[in-house]
């Protein structure tokens, strides 16, 4: 039986993903335990983060509600100042 060009193109793909799959499985599992490692220091990171946004945007509430009414109209509005300000460079 004579071997075609596209069958060894079909075992190239398949191999090849394949191989691609145990990239992501080996990625994958490097993030896990880069996780595992690093649980509590990201769970301290994120609690500062939400107390941080918390404090700032009701301070910021409470200085800026009477001088722009508009854009301080509640503590969610300026939760939601916080969130920009702190996620956005520039």
Do not use: C, R
Request: charged share 20%; hydrophobic share 50%; net charge neutral.
């Amino acid at each position: 039986m004579k071997k075609k060009v596209g069958d060894f193109i079909n075992y190239n793909k398949y191999f090849m993903k394949f191989i691609y799959t145990l990239i992501v499985l080996n990625v994958l599992t490097l993030i896990l335990e880069s996780y595992k490692e690093l649980k509590a220091e990201l769970s301290i990171t994120v609690f500062v983060t939400f107390v941080l946004i918390i404090l700032s945007s009701t301070l910021m509430y409470y200085i800026e509600h009477d001088a722009q009414p508009e854009k301080f109209a509640s503590i969610g509005d300026a939760v939601w100042w916080a969130v920009a300000t702190l996620t956005t460079v520039g």
